[in-house]
């Protein structure tokens, strides 16, 4: 713990004083230089609520006073190629909240105003934490994979983003069925009790070929799995800032014709646009969809990320104050 100055807002900038930030995976991915911040020291955290204090030449009806959530994207020049056709999230000169700009382990940060969100009401701040970013970009994967009602629709690894947008196809594609394949046991009983249609292990085939595979694994023998469960025209969807090179060798098994020929796609998720943030917040309060969560307070926020790295994990993990 140190102490740092409070910031102060520029133009267009609100200042928040900070109630909860949720702990992810990826600030494990940050501390161990798998996508490391430019500069230190960093304050690390991405998933912020919290109320403004105090707000300069902003121009959005956010008041002080109104809670507010930052989410993985901090800010986007507004005026590329990507900025203009709603994909900031692509946009080179994109940075992210607690690893490119101080983030959410303080008492207090700042936010340009058009990447923070008003929180709903019926959310507390330690639930409204983890919608924005599982949630938000869980609610990405689900969009680039080109769903309708009815299409088919795999989810390989089962973990905080999947297991909402095991939710999220739920509600908004009712009639389409969901396998999830899954290392563990207890994972694939929980799959299923949330309403998927079969599970199995990564190494199973699904009784059927599927329409789109989203994957939130951290290797690459499931990707290779999972190219040959698609349909012909299907598509794979990987949502992984970093695979872990472990296993790496196992791309080396890819046999054209069996998992690439027939038009089979690949695609990968990067990143968030404030659009996602606010439609996953929208959607959330219509479910209504309350993640679960294990609050730790603030100066435990070490403890919270090693049990994240060992796997102790029962809900979303969230830092209160
Ligand atoms: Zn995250
Ligand atoms: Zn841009």
């Not at 267009?12 to 500069?39: M, N």
């Not at 905080?160 to 196809?169: D, M, P, R, Y």
Request: proline content about 6%; overall charge negative.
């Amino acid at each position: 713990m140190v102490e740092f100055p409070k910031p102060v807002p520029r133009e267009g900038e609100l200042l928040i004083k900070v109630s909860a930030c949720g702990v992810c995976h990826t600030e494990i991915d940050e501390i161990e230089g798998r996508t490391p911040p430019p500069v230190y020291p960093m304050i690390p955290g991405h998933q912020v609520v919290g109320i403004v204090e105090q707000t300069l030449g902003t121009k959005t009806n956010i008041r002080v006073g109104d809670r507010v959530g930052v989410a993985w994207i901090y800010s986007a020049c507004g005026t590329c190629e990507y900025c203009l056709s709603g994909r900031e999230n692509l946009c080179a000169d994109f940075r992210a909240t607690g690893r490119d700009v101080n983030g959410g382990y303080a008492e207090y940060m700042v936010v340009p105003e058009q990447f923070a969100y008003p929180i709903p009401e019926l959310f507390t701040d330690a639930e409204a934490a983890p919608l924005l970013c599982a949630g938000a970009i869980g609610y990405r994967s689900l969009s680039l994979c080109d769903m309708t009602d009815g299409k088919s629709i795999g989810l390989t690894g089962f973990g905080a983003s999947a297991h909402l947008v095991q939710k999220l196809i739920n509600y908004q594609y009712q009639q389409s069925k969901v396998y999830v394949f899954a290392r563990s046991q207890k994972e694939r009983d929980f799959a299923l009790e949330l309403g998927a249609y079969w599970a199995g292990d990564t190494s199973d085939m699904p009784p059927v070929l599927l329409d789109c595979i989203i994957d939130t694994t951290p290797v690459w023998e499931p990707i290779v799995r999972a190219m040959e469960c698609l349909k012909p025209g299907g598509r794979l969807v990987i949502n992984a800032i970093q695979k872990e090179s472990i296993d790496q060798d196992y791309l080396l098994k890819i046999d054209y014709s069996r998992h690439l020929w027939m038009e089979k796609e690949i695609k990968s998720v990067a990143n968030v646009t404030s659009h996602d943030v606010r439609e996953f917040i929208r959607l959330a309060a219509e479910m209504p969809f309350k993640p679960e969560v294990e609050v730790y307070l603030f100066e435990k926020a070490n403890e919270a990320i090693l049990d994240i790295k060992q796997r102790r994990i029962k809900g979303a993990k969230v830092l209160v104050f």
